[in-house]
């Protein structure tokens, strides 16, 4: 990830949003020692909030768990 400080990302706003856009990875912009922000495409964003929906109680995490162990397992026996 990379980490660019806000001076930095003011002067290179349009390539580092091209470059984030076409990697769909996020930057990281430091304002100062102790403030720092994150920019990143909308279909990331909103796939962290329903990560942190789903994954919102421990119940709903175990089924999304089990299911995942379920379709790697098909995987491995050659059910695609």
Do not use: C, W
């Amino acid at each position: 990830m990379q980490i660019v400080a806000m001076k930095t990302f003011r002067s290179t706003i349009d390539a580092t949003v091209q470059h984030i856009i076409a990697t769909h990875e996020p930057v990281i912009v430091r304002k100062n020692k102790q403030t720092s922000f994150v920019v990143l495409p909308l279909e990331e964003y909103r796939s962290l909030i329903e990560t942190r929906y789903l994954m919102g109680t421990s119940a709903n995490a175990d089924r999304l768990k089990q299911g995942l162990e379920e379709v790697e397992a098909m995987i491995s026996a050659g059910k695609q």
